[in-house]
């Protein structure tokens, strides 16, 4: 394979469908986000690099088609121009630049078909909910904080229900009604499930399949709002998990949200997170947990009384809870004890993991190092944020490594002085050259997301 790699980098430069194929996977099928990076891409070629394109089915099947539809042209110019040929190569060159398009079409004709199937889907997996006239479910939206959650109740609970979570970033209509239709249990009592959205509406179709008894929802962040292009539209979209659940059901958030609530929220259960948690009226002792993930249980507690947990199980529990991995978790990371927080970032996620990870390092008493690429995916109303990430890496870490990410500058502009950061082009470069600099004894390392190539 190592042979033909020159090869391949030659095919994938003249007819680059792999590069393209690639940032429409790692932007989940979206047409607007293909369209979104043809600006930054149309002319770069072989940018796999931290990651490589996954030849699912339905990624074969856009190839195929956008291959075919690219195919077609070529054979019509050579065909129709046979007799010019200097202008045929012309024209097949110029088609060779417009194969995103070409990728384009043949996602949106994919489309089109899928949303089809993926209706029927749903449609079942309404069905299968529904035969389950026991089966309890529990809903999580929010723009962080879901999978936590969910994790918790699944502590929680499990040993009273008969208890199933969809698992991992399963949290689309799509993928929720898959899981249903090839994993739900007849003798399923209780269901927890993350609902996550990049429009409004899907949260909708999702809580439309599991008609939840309890609706949850974390928080209102600000998390891609380049994607919804507002605070309003994020809050609207997050507010369906209360709006697509049973009229009877229980809901509940935290007190921060009230004001930001796009519906009548006179039945909401808000949480205030007051330095202590109780269970059942009564204090209880709560694990080694950050300011934010204590707010987590807190929910989870909470959705554990309407369940009406006994007390002892939730004592014996609570000692012992796992938290997801890439949030938040305290653990070796890259050969330094740290915390791994980069399953994803916003700016609010960003201050939590932050003020963990210091509080992490002074219980140590050694100085906090932090990896970071920045902060993705901000819209106009928090465009700035990078630059307020660096100012507060300039107060809180004693240094920081900043990644070469397209967001290096604005992060390294919130810094006074260069003699608290140093910016790398990669996080492998930082793992081979960089380490060196930082005794692993003398430093608690917090690891930001790299964040994936289209930042690069």
């Known amino acids: 394979m190592e042979k033909l790699k020159p090869f391949l980098i030659l095919c994938n430069t003249l007819l680059p469908f792999a590069d393209f194929l690639y ?22 070629r072989n940018i796999q690099r931290r990651e490589k394109l996954v030849l699912t089915r339905k990624v074969l099947l856009i190839l195929v088609l956008s291959v075919g539809l690219w195919g077609v042209s070529a054979l019509l110019i050579v065909y129709l121009l046979r007799t010019l040929l200097f202008i045929a190569l012309l024209l097949l060159c110029f088609i060779a630049l417009l194969i995103p398009f070409y990728v384009l079409i043949a996602n949106i004709a994919f489309s089109l078909l899928e949303d089809v199937f993926k209706k029927r889907l749903r449609q079942q997996a309404v069905e299968l909910v529904a035969k389950n006239k026991d089966l309890k479910v529990v809903a999580i939206a929010g723009s962080y904080g879901k999978t936590t959650v969910k994790n918790f109740i699944y502590q929680l609970a499990r040993f009273t229900y008969k208890t199933q979570m ?14 249903i239709i090839h994993n739900l249990n007849e003798n399923t009592e209780l269901l927890i499930a993350e609902v996550d959205a990049y429009e409004v509406g899907e949260i909708a179709k999702s809580c439309d399949i599991l008609k939840a008894d309890i609706a949850v929802l974390t928080n209102i962040g600000d998390q891609h709002l380049q994607r919804f292009g507002s605070q309003n539209k994020l809050a ?20 921060n949200t009230k004001a930001q609530i796009l519906a009548p929220a006179d039945n909401v259960q808000f949480i205030k997170y007051e330095n202590e948690l109780k ?89 906090l190092l932090v990896v970071t690429a ?35 500058r604005e992060i390294a502009s919130g810094f006074d002085s260069t003699e608290k950061y140093r910016s790398v082009p990669t996080l492998k470069h930082f793992l081979s050259v960089e380490t060196q ?20």
């Open 279 to 367: 269970y059942k009226g009564k204090l209880i002792v709560t694990p080694q947990l950050s300011k934010s993930n204590l707010i987590n249980l807190g929910i989870s507690l909470m959705v554990a009384e309407t369940l009406d947990i006994p007390s002892s199980f939730i004592k014996d529990t609570i000692t012992s809870l796992e938290l997801p991995e890439r949030r938040q978790q305290a653990g070796t990371v890259l050969g330094y004890e740290g915390i791994d927080d980069s399953y994803n970032i916003s700016f609010t996620t960003a201050q939590a993991g932050i003020v963990a990870a210091k509080e992490f390092a002074q219980q140590r008493k050694r100085r």
């Open 437 to 456: 600099n930082f005794e692993k004894g003398e430093w608690v390392l917090l690891l930001q997301p790299e964040l994936n190539d289209l930042y690069y």
């Open 23 to 44: 940032i429409l996977q790692l932007e989940e099928y979206s047409t607007k986000r293909l369209l979104h990076w043809l600006p930054r891409f149309f002319f770069r």
């Open 374 to 408: 920045g902060i993705p995916e901000l819209s106009d109303e928090n465009k700035n944020k990078n630059k307020e990430l660096g100012t507060l890496l300039a107060t809180q870490a004693d240094f920081t490594i900043i990644l070469g990410s397209m967001f290096a």
């Open 236 to 255: 609207t979209a997050l507010t369906e998990v209360f709006t697509h659940s049973k009229s009877s059901s229980t809901k509940i958030s935290i007190y």
């Open 166 to 179: 969809i698992p991992g970033n399963i949290n689309t209509p799509g993928g929720i009604a898959n899981w």
